[in-house]
């Protein structure tokens, strides 16, 4: 992984960092943790992930259902909405929009370098019954404490929203804009007992599937209320690390290339114009030989395999080329669920 994003406030309000503007966080004497030195959480795993040299993303969700400002006391909330006219009280609104401002501004000033703001709750947009929250002014605030802030506004487009978010889904073809698939590791956001988490494999071939698209991966996992990863999640961030430490060249620093993918095969190109050709296994084997269409390798060059010191034996057909594996590699393979084919056209 290269960056990781936190969520330090959700749709409920509650905050895992200590802000100053509300009780409804986890450093309030009140919660028990606030007594533990690392109970600014949201500062603890920041300082962590950036110390092992990984990019910061804050996530932070707009709507607040614990606040007043947003759910009125006064009224019951109807929906995921705020249960007020906002027209009607205008001063109701102008306080939440002041709220949302300075937490916003206390993850910018007070948690270190930031690279991601990752706003969530797109329906607190303008176009949606008035709620607006004044993006312009958060983002030009945000970008005076983090230059070079990339801004994720999910789900209300324009100018804020720098890539795009698809939730729990994968395009069928490439988009044509900047993107990012969020996708649960398991089955929910939150932490389940006994949930039922995706195999390596459909992670693996989720991965390959999204970088040959031009997507970034954004995989979900919920920790316990001890505040510990299940065992099998990271069982399976060591699978995917151990298949990454044969493949990583194919996956970073790439770009997609048509057609993007050809039966088993996914494809992405270096940036000195050489093609990966992803073989993913459907029955997690390696066949003897892999044919591609879409390309072929330049005459007199050579096939390699990532993992593998010797080059392979390939041939040009008709339309495209076949690869030949041996016997010698198919015993004795790099990694497993997916193999990464190199050539120059």
């Not at 932490?191 to 195999?199: I, M």
């Not at 390959?208 to 001890?226: A, C, H, M, Q, R």
């Amino acid at each position: 992984m290269r960056y990781v994003v936190f969520t330090t406030k959700h749709h409920d309000g509650f905050c895992m960092f200590d802000t100053k503007e509300t009780d409804y966080r986890i450093t309030d004497p009140a919660c028990p943790f606030s007594r533990d030195a690392r109970s600014n959480v949201t500062k603890e795993i920041f300082g962590a992930f950036r110390k092992a040299g990984l990019g910061i993303g804050a996530y932070f969700s707009k709507p607040d259902w614990h606040s007043p400002m947003y759910w009125w006391p006064y009224f019951p909330p109807l929906d995921r909405n705020m249960n007020y006219a906002i027209g009607k009280y205008p001063e109701r609104w102008a306080g939440f929009k002041e709220y949302t401002y300075r937490q916003i501004e206390e993850l910018m000033t007070g948690y270190g370098s930031i690279d991601i703001l990752w706003l969530d709750g797109g329906w607190v947009q303008p176009g949606n019954r008035g709620q607006d929250i004044d993006m312009p002014r958060i983002a030009r605030m945000a970008r005076s404490h983090q230059p070079g802030l990339i801004v994720v506004d999910r789900a209300v487009g324009g100018r804020y929203e720098n890539y795009r978010t698809p939730e729990q889904e994968v395009p069928a073809e490439p988009p044509g804009y900047v993107w990012e698939t969020c996708m649960t590791m398991a089955t929910s956001w939150s932490y389940v007992p006994d949930d039922r988490y995706k195999p390596t494999a459909t992670l693996i071939r989720l991965l390959v599937d999204i970088v040959s698209k031009g997507g970034n991966f954004l995989l979900n996992i919920g920790p316990s209320p001890e505040g510990e990863l299940p065992p099998v999640a990271l069982d399976r961030l060591r699978e995917i690390g151990a298949w990454m430490g044969v493949n990583a060249t194919a996956i970073y620093s790439t770009r997609p290339v048509a057609p993007y993918r050809e039966g088993a095969v996914r494809f992405t190109q270096m940036k000195d114009g050489r093609i990966n050709a992803v073989y993913v296994a459907e029955e997690g084997t390696l066949p003897a030989a892999v044919s591609i269409s879409a390309f072929h390798a330049k005459a007199g060059s050579t096939v390699t395999m990532l993992g593998v010191s010797t080059p392979l034996a390939w041939e040009r057909q008709a339309q495209g080329m076949v690869i030949h594996i041996p016997d010698s590699v198919r015993n004795n393979l790099p990694c497993t669920h997916a193999w990464t084919f190199r050539f120059s056209l």
